[in-house]
């Protein structure tokens, strides 16, 4: 979210700034992070990265509105949004194990 690139501004353009950055945190998180997370699940048996999905739309921002289009058009269908994040924001296959999993075996839900 480029928190560590907020150039020299007055009081009132930082507070702008900074809320409007904490609002998309809250948009890609809660609209779009946590129902992708589920479906490509479901779809394609990967799981979604946070920060792999945080990266992708603030790089193409203007899937932002596409994704949560599909999402409410047609929630559980293998559409092209979907492809491209299971692709490119899901977690590799690999022997270490990831945050998720570091999270959950800190805070177990259970």
């Known amino acids: 979210m480029n928190f560590d690139k907020i150039h020299n501004v007055s ?7 900074l809320i409007a950055r904490f609002i998309m945190i809250i948009i890609c998180t809660q609209f779009i992070f946590r129902p992708c997370k589920v479906i490509i699940k479901k779809l394609f048996n990967k799981v979604l990265s946070l920060l792999k999905v945080t990266h992708y739309l603030m790089r193409h921002p203007k899937k932002i509105i596409d994704i949560i289009l ?41």
Do not use: G
């Open 11 to 17: 009081q009132v353009q930082l507070s702008v700034i």
């Open 70 to 110: 599909e999402l409410y058009k047609c929630p559980s269908k293998k559409n092209e949004t979907m492809k491209v994040l299971a692709k490119y924001c899901s977690y590799d296959k690999r022997k270490r194990i990831n945050f998720e999993q570091d999270m959950n075996t800190l805070f177990p839900l259970s």
